[in-house]
């Protein structure tokens, strides 16, 4: 069965370093999203892209984030300049389309857990 | 804003049915959905529901929309210890094209054999 995945699976940096954060979406699929989940807290919406730009995003999603589908498989969540807060696991997830409309059904990837020292 | 809360934990034995809450704020919600997330495993989209429905069966699992009360449960049928995972319940509402889903924390289900 398709499936979204996720690299690196668990990524350390430091402060102040920038990152990226790769994801291949499901393969005929052309909605994609991140979400986040700080440890202990609730799953949280970041960005949506369709059509090679942004759809939504959240207050969360300041200009320390970008995304880019830099080729046709990928999907990337770049940070900037990493600070401790960022801190968290990092979900992708991607929804089916048809006509342009998007079909209300997520799938996600198993998250990256970025750490931040 | 949109709220969804759970609660955290839940105990049952093997065999039992399992009914999992949750409440939501958002009335203009358009779906209901339940995640599963194993340990060290994403999450995986078990099923939803449409805001116009009232009730959704798929094989061991139930779930029931009272949109009234803004309130949603998932029954699992039968309990195996393979049920044992963390149950999320989220809402979204179509904004401009895509669907944002609003999560709750969480509910920990353990199985006891």
């Known amino acids: 069965e398709p499936e979204v995945t996720q690299t690196p699976s668990h990524q350390v940096t430091q402060m102040g370093q920038e990152v990226i954060l790769r994801c291949v979406p499901i393969?005929?699929?052309?909605?994609f999203y991140w979400y986040r989940q700080i440890l202990g807290q609730k799953v949280e919406f970041l960005v949506s892209?369709?059509?090679?730009?942004?759809?939504?995003k959240s207050e969360i999603f300041d200009d320390q984030f970008s995304v880019e589908r830099p080729d046709g498989s990928n999907f990337t969540l770049k940070i900037r300049s990493t600070k401790l807060e960022d801190s968290a696991m990092y979900f992708c997830a991607s929804s089916r389309t048809s006509g342009g409309a998007v079909y209300n059904e997520q799938f996600f990837g198993p998250g990256t857990r970025l750490t931040v020292l | 804003g949109e709220d969804v809360e759970q609660s955290l934990f839940l105990s049952v034995r093997e065999g039992d049915s399992s009914v999992i809450n949750c409440t939501y704020t958002?009335?203009?919600?358009?779906?209901l959905y339940w995640y599963k997330q194993e340990p060290g495993a994403g999450l995986q989209l078990l099923t939803y529901i449409f805001s116009n429905m009232d009730m959704k069966q798929d094989q061991r699992l139930t779930v029931l929309l009272n949109k009234k009360d803004k309130h949603l449960s998932l029954r699992i049928a039968d309990t195996q210890t393979g049920d044992s995972a963390i149950y999320f319940c989220a809402e979204a509402y179509s904004g401009a094209g895509s669907y944002q889903l609003t999560f709750g924390k969480g509910t920990k289900l353990s199985v006891i054999p």
């Open positions: 958002d009335s203009s919600s358009t779906y």
């Open positions: 892209f369709y059509n090679n730009e942004i759809s939504e």
């Open positions: 393969s005929n699929h052309l909605y």
